[in-house]
């Protein structure tokens, strides 16, 4: 009946061939704070970036459940219009 555009499962497969070799990704090094700095031996700094990385992956994590939400019923209006 209903369209399940945003809200579809693919399958592994599906989503691998789409997305194409990971493996030749790489990090950007310009000033992202929360990958392991080499100069900074302090382990109190080190503990600061991991919690502060933690708390933008929380808050994201959190975001990213509105966004879904907000897409479930977007999708059910469509599916119950005439």
């Known amino acids: 009946m209903g369209s399940s555009l945003c809200c579809s ?4 497969t599906t989503r691998s061939s789409t997305m194409g070799n990971t493996s030749d990704r790489r990090w950007q090094t310009g000033d992202d704070k929360y990958l392991s700095d ?3 031996f302090s382990v ?3 503990e ?4 502060a990385a ?3 992956e929380q ?3 959190r975001e990213a459940e509105k966004v ?3 897409v479930q019923h977007e ?4 599916d119950h219009r005439p």
């Open 38 to 40: 080499t100069s900074t």
């Open 68 to 70: 879904n939400t907000w």
């Open 54 to 56: 933690r708390l933008e």
């Open 59 to 61: 808050r994201l994590g």
């Open 9 to 12: 499962r693919d399958s592994d």
């Open 44 to 46: 109190k700094v080190q």
């Open 75 to 78: 999708s059910a209006r469509f």
């Open 48 to 51: 600061h970036q991991l919690k």
